[in-house]
Nanobody, 116 residues
Framework: QVQLVESGGGLVQPGGSLRLSCAASGVIFRDTAMGWYRQAPGKQREFVAD???????YYAQSVKGRFTISRDYANNMVYLQMNSLNLEDTAVYSC??????????WGQGTQVTVSS
């Protein structure tokens, strides 16, 4: 079955940077769209960034210009580079895949905490 494993979360100061990783298995990676979502305490889960099977990227307005999503086809990896982090970025970040048949899978999430 599809398995997505996130890593790279942690505690950072405001203005700092962090890179999240998502390792995908059980998918035909070149046919799979990948994305990052986040859920802050007391809030609904929200879209952060997405990258299509061909490499086109999309971002939420709140992170545009600060975050960069990328993928490594050779190693079935997806990354989220997060710069200029602020307190509002604190959330559990989850990786999502959508395969060629429209089937979605989720990772377990990794905690990102921005605090002084």
């Amino acid at each position: 079955q599809v398995q997505l494993v996130e890593s790279g979360g942690g505690l950072v100061q405001p203005g700092g940077s962090l890179r999240l990783s998502c390792a995908a298995s059980g998918v035909i990676f070149r046919d799979t769209a990948m994305g990052w979502y986040r859920q802050a305490p007391g809030k609904q889960r929200e879209f952060v960034a997405d990258i299509s099977s061909s490499g086109n990227t999309y971002y939420a307005q709140s992170v545009k210009g600060r975050f960069t999503i990328s993928r490594d086809y050779a190693n079935n990896m997806v990354y989220l580079q997060m710069n200029s982090l602020n307190l509002e970025d604190t959330a559990v970040y989850s990786c999502r895949s959508v395969g060629g048949r429209g089937m979605a899978s989720w990772g377990q999430g990794t905690q990102v905490t921005v605090s002084s």
